[in-house]
């Protein structure tokens, strides 16, 4: 298997403020270029979900408590702990031959990950993911191909999709991008792991599909498509 075929796409659902946000809820999915998953897990941090009670009334998707409940007594997500995330990831990239982990927003799924780790284990170990990970930053992908568009400005423009600044321009939120390329202005993220997952690997594909110089891993300049 050529190596990077694959990519994981991660998505975490936080407690506690920035920048000391731990992560009870953690979507994975191991996808091709064009979307498609080949595995997908939905998961509950116990670490957190569980035993930081505190945090988890406070968290800025308290109300979407009881979902997790019911899903996980209905088998639909999976209760593990930090460690065993941890694990999968490694046996990800190890199966699929991989060290590519992408998110939207890439910085604040990384740094979830290592204050996870780092509460997990007391502060003796603060780096989950595993060693030569290369992260892409789904956003900046965004930014410099669809967000590009005019079409995405016009759709923007035209929904209300536009920021507060003195001089409003077009939001790059993830919800938003996926609202252009699925052409529905009505849509809603769910921000749960997975669903979430699902909308950002849809949006790694289409820009994909563009051909263009964009930025990719975090920190660099514009490389080729």
Same mark, same amino acid.
């Given at each position: 298997?050529?190596?990077?075929?694959?990519?994981?796409?991660?998505?975490?659902?936080?407690?506690?403020?920035?920048?000391?946000?731990?992560?009870?809820?953690?979507?994975?999915?191991?996808?091709?270029?064009?979307?498609?998953?080949?595995?997908?897990?939905?998961?509950?941090?116990?670490?957190?979900?569980?035993?930081?009670?505190?945090?988890?009334?406070?968290?800025?998707?308290?109300?979407?408590?009881?979902?997790?409940?019911?899903?996980?007594?209905?088998?639909?997500?999976?209760?593990?702990?930090?460690?065993?995330?941890?694990?999968?990831?490694?046996?990800?990239?190890?199966?699929?031959?991989?060290?590519?982990?992408?998110?939207?927003?890439? =910085?604040? #799924?990384?740094?979830?990950?290592?204050?996870?780790?780092?509460? %997990?284990?007391?502060? !003796?170990? /603060?780096?989950?993911?595993?060693?030569?990970?290369?992260?892409?930053?789904?956003?900046?992908?965004?930014?410099?191909?669809?967000?590009?568009?005019?079409?995405?400005?016009?759709?923007?423009?035209?929904?209300?999709?536009?920021?507060?600044?003195?001089?409003?321009?077009?939001?790059?939120?993830?919800?938003?991008?996926?609202?252009?390329?699925?052409?529905?202005?009505?849509?809603?993220?769910?921000?749960? =792991?997975? #669903?979430?997952?699902?909308?950002?690997?849809?949006?790694?594909? %289409?820009?994909?599909? !563009?051909? /263009?110089?964009?930025?990719?891993?975090?920190?660099?300049?514009?490389?080729?498509?």
């Amino acid at each position: 298997m050529r190596k990077n075929v694959y990519k994981i796409v991660i998505d975490w659902e936080t407690a506690c403020d920035m920048p000391n946000q731990i992560g009870y809820d953690c979507g994975i999915a191991v996808v091709r270029n064009d979307g498609i998953p080949v595995e997908e897990y939905s998961l509950v941090n116990s670490d957190v979900f569980y035993d930081r009670k505190e945090d988890m009334r406070s968290c800025y998707y308290a109300a979407k408590l009881p979902k997790y409940h019911k899903a996980i007594w209905a088998g639909e997500r999976k209760v593990v702990n930090t460690y065993q995330i941890k694990q999968l990831l490694k046996a990800l990239q190890e199966k699929y031959n991989t060290n590519i982990i992408c998110a939207y927003n890439a =910085g604040f #799924d990384k740094r979830a990950g290592n204050n996870t780790e780092e509460m %997990a284990t007391g502060g !003796k170990y /603060k780096y989950l993911y595993p060693y030569g990970t290369e992260f892409w930053d789904i956003m900046l992908m965004a930014t410099d191909t669809i967000c590009e568009m005019a079409s995405y400005k016009k759709f923007c423009q035209e929904h209300g999709f536009m920021t507060n600044h003195k001089t409003p321009r077009p939001q790059r939120k993830a919800e938003t991008v996926y609202a252009f390329i699925t052409n529905n202005p009505d849509f809603e993220e769910e921000h749960q =792991g997975l #669903d979430d997952v699902r909308i950002e690997a849809a949006i790694m594909a %289409a820009c994909f599909k !563009k051909h /263009k110089k964009m930025r990719r891993v975090l920190g660099t300049k514009k490389c080729p498509a």
